[in-house]
């Protein structure tokens, strides 16, 4: 469920109205409907998880005041925290209408609906990638248990000889001799010392679990190239909606590569986080403040104590106001 206040100034007199609404698609409906009959010209909400993103949605299409970037306003929970001991879904919707009143909510950054998709695309692709890694750890240990020494003596066991020496292993080679003379000219390790680290003591249970953890890295794979056929099809039509003499998605792609160390990869996801759009940041200390680069401040009575950075950009779900304290 949600919970409403609508908060209404009539006659130098405040009434509030709180109501509770069902996180249907027809709750958050009859929600909208509330707040355009209420006359309601400013709407602000806590953004926790990812819960905020349907009533986000419903309510953006509602004439409301809106900002660069999101409408209705969305606010990081941790910044609006109610007093301790006062806490319930009526309170915190009363306390929100308030603050949001008195102008005293700092609107959280959501970028635009395509760069939402885009987003969410490179962000799946990092959990692929991940759980990728993941599965060659467990084929590496699995290799451990048999005393196969491989990854001692190559840097990737998934490159081109160590796939081709796990698939013989998992299609029953056992002969260090002819396994060792799968790996590429290019390998650097000594013969003798290659044959060595492939004898070991492989078992009917080491070849299933190999196969079963190589399965598991290809389907990942293949959802990898997955999302990049999609994240190139997004680009794509992001460019084609372009207004004529403003920069294409992709031109800004190529210029963020000219960065000595950032890659095409790198220069989609940037721009991805943080959009194309960079009149929301006042300056580019802003810019580094919401991307959690700048440390924070902690002084009291004329001393500064040690201060940190704050999460990276990709954890940082609840979002960050786009009035942060620049560098």
């Given at each position: 469920?949600?919970?409403?206040?609508?908060?209404?100034?009539?006659?130098?007199?405040?009434?509030?109205?709180?109501?509770t609404f069902?996180?249907?698609t027809s709750g958050l409906r009859a929600l909208?409907?509330?707040?355009?009959?209420?006359g309601c010209t400013h709407v602000a909400m806590e953004a926790t998880g990812v819960y905020w993103k349907p009533v986000w949605n419903i309510l953006s299409d509602g004439e409301f005041e809106l900002i660069p970037g999101s409408s209705p306003w969305t606010a990081n929970a941790a910044h609006?925290?109610?007093?301790?001991?006062?806490?319930?879904?009526?309170?915190?919707a009363t306390w929100i209408a308030d603050l949001a009143a008195c102008g005293l909510i700092r609107a959280s950054f959501v970028p635009e609906?395509?760069?939402?998709?885009?987003r969410a695309f490179l962000r799946a692709r990092k959990q692929l990638i991940r759980q990728q890694s993941s599965h060659i750890l467990r084929m590496q240990k699995t290799l451990e248990e048999a005393n196969i020494k491989l990854a001692s003596v190559i840097t990737d066991v998934m490159g081109l000889s160590g796939r081709r020496m796990i698939e013989a292993i998992i299609a029953g080679e056992t002969n260090p001799m002819r396994l060792a003379a799968l790996a590429h000219r290019r390998i650097k390790a000594p013969?003798?010392?290659?044959?060595?680290?492939?004898?070991?003591?492989?078992?009917d249970y080491h070849r299933f679990m190999l196969q079963l953890y190589l399965e598991q890295h290809d389907a990942l794979a293949a959802a990898v190239a997955k999302i990049d056929q999609a994240v190139d099809a997004a680009i794509a039509r992001m460019d084609?909606?372009?207004e004529a003499g403003r920069a294409t998605f992709l031109s800004l792609i190529i210029l963020l590569c000219s960065i000595p160390g950032v890659s095409i990869l790198s220069a989609t996801t940037i721009l991805a986080e943080i959009g194309t759009d960079m009149s929301r940041f006042p300056t580019a200390g802003h810019l580094l403040?919401?991307?959690?680069?700048?440390?924070?401040?902690?002084?009291?009575?004329?001393?500064?104590?040690?201060?940190r950075l704050r999460k990276s950009l990709p954890s940082r779900r609840r979002g960050a106001p786009l009035g942060s304290r620049p560098c």
């Open positions: 469920m949600i919970v409403a206040c609508v908060r209404i100034m009539a006659g130098g007199k405040i009434g509030r109205e709180c109501r069902d996180t249907s909208l409907a509330l707040l355009v009959a209420s609006i925290k109610n007093v301790p001991g006062r806490k319930t879904d009526v309170n915190d609906p395509e760069i939402q998709e885009l013969r003798d010392m290659l044959v060595e680290a492939l004898r070991g003591r492989v078992t084609e909606e372009v403040a919401w991307a959690g680069l700048c440390p924070s401040q902690n002084e009291s009575a004329g001393k500064r104590k040690s201060s």
